[in-house]
């Protein structure tokens, strides 16, 4: 069971809720996430910046979905830990889904990276 959903005090980013969520959730597919991420500037002061992010789903616990990222935002939110870098593994409710793309829909590049397995797991 994956801990709860990353918040900014903790993790220093969070998911957003989408608009319009999309349906029809189901592992393969590839969901859109939108992010709102911390950051410093270099005069020290905190800012924040949104990004919308691919995941690959990968399966559902509970109330909550699993999803691998298959991208990285192009800012980065702590280099050391790299919470957000490719490979790592997120729950997020689908509430948060802005897009879906659909196994079926999915050409062979996308395919084979949706069946990457996740490379960092959500910490319990």
């Known amino acids: ?12 980013f969070c998911l957003l809720d989408a608009a319009d969520p ?4 189901a592992p393969g597919a590839l969901a859109y996430l939108q992010f709102q991420l911390g950051f410093v500037d ?8 949104h990004q919308s992010l691919w995941v690959v789903i990968t399966a559902q616990r509970g109330k909550y979905w699993l999803g691998t990222l298959l991208e990285a935002p ?35 590049n996308e395919r084979k990276l949706a069946r990457r397995p996740a490379q960092r797991r959500w910490a319990a």
Do not use: C, W, Y
């Open 74 to 108: 192009f800012l980065f939110l702590n280099d050391e830990n790299e919470l957000l870098s490719i490979g790592t593994e997120l729950p997020f409710l689908p509430a948060h889904v802005a897009e879906l793309l659909h196994e079926a829909d999915l050409g062979p």
């Open 42 to 49: 270099q005069n020290g002061k905190p800012f924040t910046h």
């Open 1 to 12: 069971m994956p801990r709860n959903l990353p918040t900014m005090e903790h993790d220093g």
């Open 22 to 25: 999309a349906e029809g959730i």
